[in-house]
């Protein structure tokens, strides 16, 4: 759901089941427009690459243009225009960027970010990225990088 002020949208309903799509790339440019209005945009996060913190298909994230910092999740484009939600690691320039549930980093350039996710909704429960235990607990995960897979797999047999 994107929440905009521009005229083009004002009077366009977006009505999408679960199962209905739309390419990042036809999204890109109308969530940067609305991120560059000071607007608020909701997204459902799809791809596993941000478990355990973020659920395919199961987590609502909310985004905003605010300045980011380290371990903040940041929504940015690839090269090829594809969104991605990753975590800050470190905020040198480039930015280094890591998938909470991968192994590789990767490196971003400041201008390809769209904006950091501010309030994450799993489950009827609401959680602001600004919280102390929330923040806690995403240090922990990058303390235990080296064990991710492991810890993954384990997750993934106790939810069964």
């Not at 969530?31 to 459902?44: F, S």
């Not at 429960?125 to 929330?134: E, V």
Request: proline content about 5%; glycine content about 2%.
């Amino acid at each position: 759901m994107l929440r905009r002020s521009s005229q083009r949208l004002r009077n366009t309903t977006f009505s999408m089941t679960p199962k209905q799509y739309v390419l990042s790339e036809t999204l890109s440019p109308l969530i940067k427009e609305a991120l560059d209005n000071e607007q608020v945009v909701m997204l459902t996060v799809t791809g596993h690459s941000m478990r355990p913190f973020l659920k395919h298909q199961k987590t609502t994230v909310s985004l905003q243009r605010t300045p980011y910092q380290k371990y903040d999740i940041l929504l940015y484009t690839t090269k090829d225009d594809k969104l991605v939600l990753h975590r800050l690691i470190n905020n040198t320039k480039p930015l280094v960027t890591c998938g909470d549930a991968l192994m590789n980093n990767e490196l971003v350039h400041p201008k390809q970010v769209l904006g950091k996710v501010i309030k994450i909704e799993h489950k009827k429960r609401t959680i602001t990225t600004t919280q102390k235990g929330y923040r806690f607990k995403v240090k922990l995960w990058l303390l235990l990088k080296p064990l991710r897979p492991i810890l993954l797999k384990l997750f993934a047999r106790i939810k069964r």
